[in-house]
């Protein structure tokens, strides 16, 4: 890990201009899933409340993966084979549950897991 890395701080920002982008890491999970790095548009508030006024678990899973397609930008989350996937409805529809509702916190919310890192630009180069 850089210096830069090391020393880096969370900027926080209160009002999203057009083409603002923020970066996550999703710590791994033991036995549940693997770490990930994402960068993203975050949702305004009208976008949010689509998906919390989605009635149902199946209508609001479906409202949340639209949304990531559309607002994810890059990730690091690869195949068996080490390839990196395609961001779309597919492939996020595709996504180990547990994996898939840090990312809908994250992206959707605003809200990030315990251990969330935000310097991780090296890591979706990968």
Not at 15 to 26: A, E, R, S
Not at 33 to 59: Q, V, Y
Request: with cysteine; proline share 3%; glycine share 8%.
């Amino acid at each position: 890990m850089s210096e830069n890395e090391t020393n880096a701080v969370a900027v926080l920002v209160d009002y999203l201009d057009d083409g603002y982008m923020q970066q996550v890491g999703i710590p791994a999970e033991d036995g549940v899933h693997n770490a990930l790095s994402i960068e993203f548009r975050p949702c305004l508030a009208a976008e949010t409340s689509k998906a919390i006024d989605a009635a149902g678990d199946e209508s609001y899973i479906g409202a949340t993966i639209e949304l990531l397609a559309d607002k994810l930008k890059r990730w690091n989350l690869k195949d068996r084979g080490g390839r990196t996937l395609p961001i779309n409805k597919t492939t996020l529809a595709r996504v180990k549950r547990a994996l898939l509702v840090k990312i809908i916190d994250a992206v959707v919310f605003g809200k990030l897991p315990d251990g969330a890192r935000t310097d991780v630009e090296g890591y979706l180069k990968n």
